[in-house]
């Protein structure tokens, strides 16, 4: 069995095979397209660009166009359902949500997502569209979408419809009241133990929730993040890349405690950066990537969180994913 690491680039996939303890280069593909993010799935490369969304379905040899009705071009996130074969999900920006039955061949849209987006008004700050989706989260029948900036909506029927959770005014509001979340949502993630298990990164703190969203608690209030990995053996284990602000001051640390503590978890790094900060976290076994808004790609054991550059020669890396082939 093979490993193949496919990362999404500013410029294109490049892909890699683990040979002899490294990561060697194998090819480039999709010159010229920015790929906002990648996943694999039963066989499938599916990369989501700035144009939509394309496929491989021979290891990233050949693409073709995937965007059978996908409105919205610009694609700002993909995932899948991973208990569900065949039901894949773009976000888009402007903010949407575009659902797959057939492997990313045609996508259908999730009209009440439009119409909250024009509701309440979501913006994003570097862009003149009405705010993105740039994450999604699954467990069982519940889903969760990160909205940037406005709201965590959440789908309790397996990611075909979406609703505001709860815990989400769904207005852009940087001084949320108590017990609701701050709506500059930068991904979202559900812990396997249980779908009411729930975290969102934003741009005023670290947010859990414990009852599927209806109420929220700032975990790490002074900090500005986009990024947390959620262990899925250790329900009080995370790791989270705090900054002071957006690209300023980023570092990587855990917690034990569920949030109450947080201590440095930066091993083999600068113990602050001062223009840079982790975008993504990316499991693959037991070790774990970083993606940076430097475009860097950073990796390390899960037992020792010891990082190291990983591809240093690919620059502009905004998401990868691993492949294990026979």
Not at 57 to 78: C, Y
Not at 196 to 205: H, R
Not at 292 to 303: D, F, N, Y
Request: with cysteine; charged share 20%; proline share 6%.
């Amino acid at each position: 069995m093979k490993q193949l690491l496919v990362a999404g680039t500013s410029r294109g996939i490049a892909i890699a095979q683990w040979e002899e303890g490294r990561w060697r280069m194998v090819r480039h593909g999709l010159e010229g397209k920015a790929v906002t993010s990648v996943i694999n799935r039963e066989g499938a490369i599916l990369a989501g660009t700035r144009e939509g969304v394309h496929r491989s379905d021979d290891l990233g040899a050949t693409w073709r166009e995937s965007s059978s009705g996908l409105s919205i071009r610009l694609v700002r996130w993909l995932a899948f359902h991973p208990e569900i074969s065949d039901r894949e999900f773009a976000g888009t920006e402007p903010a949407g949500i575009f659902v797959s039955h057939d492997g990313g061949s045609s996508w259908r849209s999730c009209p009440e997502v439009e119409r909250m987006r024009g509701e309440f008004g979501w913006s994003l700050p570097y862009s003149p569209e009405a705010g993105c989706v740039r994450g999604f989260a699954f467990s069982g029948g519940r889903g969760y979408a990160a909205v940037e900036d406005g709201c965590v909506l959440r789908s309790d029927d397996k990611g075909e419809t979406w609703q505001l959770a709860p815990g989400s005014t769904g207005r852009s509001n940087h001084s949320p009241r108590p017990r609701t979340v701050h709506s500059d949502v930068h991904s979202i993630e559900v812990h396997p133990a249980s779908p009411d298990l729930v975290a969102a990164p934003t741009g005023g703190g670290f947010f859990m929730s414990a009852d599927g969203g209806d109420t929220w608690t700032n975990r790490y209030p002074r900090c500005y993040c986009r990024a947390a990995w959620w262990d899925p053996d250790e329900r009080d284990h995370l790791i989270l890349g705090p900054a002071d602000g957006v690209d300023r001051g980023g570092r990587i640390e855990e917690t034990h405690d569920g949030g109450q503590s947080w201590q440095p978890a930066s091993k083999g790094l600068d113990a602050l950066w001062q223009r840079n900060m982790v975008e993504r976290f990316y499991q693959s076994g037991s070790y774990l990537f970083a993606v940076l808004s430097s475009g860097q790609l950073i990796g390390s054991p899960l037992a020792s969180l010891a990082w190291e550059p990983v591809l240093p020669q690919e620059k502009g890396v905004n998401m990868v994913a691993v492949l294990s082939v026979g």
